[in-house]
């Protein structure tokens, strides 16, 4: 069983940095992607940013140019450095990981989730 564990969430001002976490332990075998979908309040998840094996990452448009992805495959650890934040990135934060892919698809675990509050 895969097990995620977040950290970095918290509360910030806008303008403020924030870099969370992610790190997979467990019987994990071949990693693809990992990244992070965010929650608000009401409104469904969203992706954030992923990141594949190769080193490909890919953002939502809302924080291009803002939120960087990396991750260390040495340490199963995905990592989201969060810059010039703003009140409507308030969200739960969701770490997520596929592995074991076939060509029939990929299993996925998620994380447990992470708040990050930006205040105006």
């Known amino acids: 069983q895969v097990r995620l564990v977040e950290s970095g969430g918290g509360l910030v001002q806008a303008g403020g940095s924030l870099r969370l976490s992610c790190a997979a332990s467990g019987s994990i075998f071949s990693i693809n992607s990992m990244g992070w979908y965010r929650q608000a309040p009401g409104k469904q998840r969203d992706v954030v940013a992923g990141?594949?094996?190769?080193?490909?990452?890919n953002y939502a448009d809302s924080v291009t140019g803002r939120f960087t992805i990396s991750r260390d495959n040495a340490k199963n650890t995905v990592y989201l450095q969060m810059n010039s934040l703003k009140p409507e990135d308030t969200a739960v934060y969701y770490c997520y990981v596929h592995y074991g892919c076939t060509a029939y698809g990929c299993t996925t675990t998620w994380g447990q989730g992470t708040q990050v509050t930006v205040s105006s």
């Open positions: 990141v594949t094996s190769g080193g490909v990452t």
